[in-house]
């Protein structure tokens, strides 16, 4: 397929995707912005633990 099939292609799957969307209500979107929150918060809870021990043991 030749560069022009390839953007016709990617075109027209775009157009489709785009079509099947639609702007989330707010219950949704306060749902997704908890659940990121509590993931980013639980991510740096894992990290400050993993520098304290790092720290705790090069103290040692």
């Not at 969307?21 to 306060?30: C, I, V």
């Not at 993993?50 to 040692?60: K, P, S």
Request: avoid cysteine; aromatic fraction near 6%.
């Amino acid at each position: 397929m030749d560069i022009r099939g390839k953007l016709t292609t990617a075109y027209s799957e775009t157009r489709r995707i785009l079509r099947l969307t639609r702007k989330p209500k707010r219950l949704e979107y306060n749902e997704i912005a908890k659940i990121t929150g509590i993931g980013m918060i639980g991510i740096g809870l894992i990290g400050f633990v993993i520098f304290i021990i790092a720290e705790m043991a090069r103290l040692i």
